[in-house]
Structures are given as structure tokens and as C-alpha cells.
């Protein structure tokens, strides 16, 4: 690993200096900014099928709770299986979950459950994505240089998870309707509302998933 100018990097900015880093970064950034929004999307759509609160926390449990039953079973294949196809192979697997997630947007389901099940692998893949990421850092930047890219690693995660769901609330305001014309809408809710009404959301919401799914 070598620093890709002959000039020594501002001070607190040495591992940006390095090629590696800069794109993994880049990446992680784009994974969460997508990621976060998708998740107001999919929140948008749980609450627009059943009008209950409640299921908006099932939501936010389905993703937390890989996390916590796969929290050993991560760290193990971190540590034994090449970190990089590991990144990859969790980055794949959410993106087929977000192109199965724009299906039923798509097909307007009505079915809960079948959206539980995808965000219960979407946090599948991030429960082990983010082992596989924090043991990768050592790999792109020299040791002195360690502390900084862990340092700049835990700030960007923070900036990136606060501006994803701001991002993806301001998308949402949007009436983009006009970019997915042919897709499908119910002519009403189970409370009678007109679904036309909700229809600036709901393909914002398709929206929401394809950009997801095009972050990797």
C-alpha cells in the first residue's frame, strides 16, 4: 500500500491518501445513503397497507434482529472467509432483496409478511457486511495510519446514516410519477381512500427501491 501522490496528505487526512480506502468509503456511503432511504419507502408502504403504527416498528425489528441472532456466526465468517467476496456477496444479496422489495411494490401486495421476510434478509446481509467491513480497514491503509481511517470510517457511517433517511423524506415529497407511468396502482385502501392520492408516494417509493438497488 502506497499513497497514490509523492506529497505528503493534509494532517488528519492521511488515509484518504490512499486509493483502496477512498473508493471503499465512497461505497459505504452510497450503500447507506440507499439503504436508509429504501428503508422510509418500504416504511411509507408497510403504513399505506395497514395504517398502523405497530408495523412500522415491525419494520425497524426485522432489519435490527439478524443483527443480534447473527452477531457470532458474522464475526466467525469475517474471520475465516476472504473479507472482500464476503462485502460482495452481502451487497448481492441485498440487492436481489430490493429488486424482490420493487416486485411488490410493483404488484401493489397487500401481504405484510412477505415484506417482513425481505427486510428480514436485507439486515441478514447487513448483520454480516459490517464485521466483514470493520475487519477490511487494516487491509487498505498502513498501521500508522490506522487510527485515522477508523476515525474518518465511524464519522462518515454517522453523517451517512443521518442524511440517508433526510434524503430519502425529501425524495418523497416529490411527485415522480410521470418516470414510472405503466406501473400499477389499487384503486382504493382497505379504508376506502382513493389510492390516486397516494400515488406521488407510492412511486417514489419504486423510486426509493431501484436507486437501491443500483448503489452497488
Known sequence: MTPDSPKAPRRGLEAFA?????RYQLARVAVILGAEAQSVA????????THRAIDLGYTGLALF???LLFLLPA???????????????????????TMAL???????TQNI???????????????FSGPAGSALIPHLVPETHFVNAVT??????????????????????????????????????????????FSPS?????????SAWARA
Open 18 to 22: 490512499y486509493r483502496d480506502f477512498r
Open 42 to 49: 418500504v416504511a411509507w408502504q408497510v403504513y399505506s397497507i
Open 65 to 67: 434482529l439478524p443483527g
Open 75 to 97: 464475526g466467525h465468517v469475517a474471520d475465516r472467509f476472504d473479507r472482500r467476496r464476503v462485502i460482495m456477496a452481502c451487497y448481492a444479496l441485498q440487492c436481489i432483496c
Open 102 to 108: 420493487v416486485a411488490l411494490a410493483r404488484n401493489n
Open 113 to 127: 409478511l412477505a415484506i417482513y421476510s425481505v427486510l428480514f434478509v436485507i439486515g441478514t446481509g447487513r448483520a
Open 152 to 197: 474518518w470510517g465511524g464519522a462518515i457511517f454517522q453523517l451517512a446514516n443521518i442524511t440517508g433517511p433526510a434524503l430519502g423524506g425529501l425524495l418523497f415529497t416529490f411527485p415522480l410519477t410521470h418516470f414510472l407511468p405503466d406501473w400499477p396502482l389499487p384503486n382504493t385502501h382497505r379504508d376506502g381512500t382513493c389510492a390516486r392520492a
Open 202 to 210: 407510492m412511486n417514489s417509493l419504486r423510486l426509493f427501491s431501484f
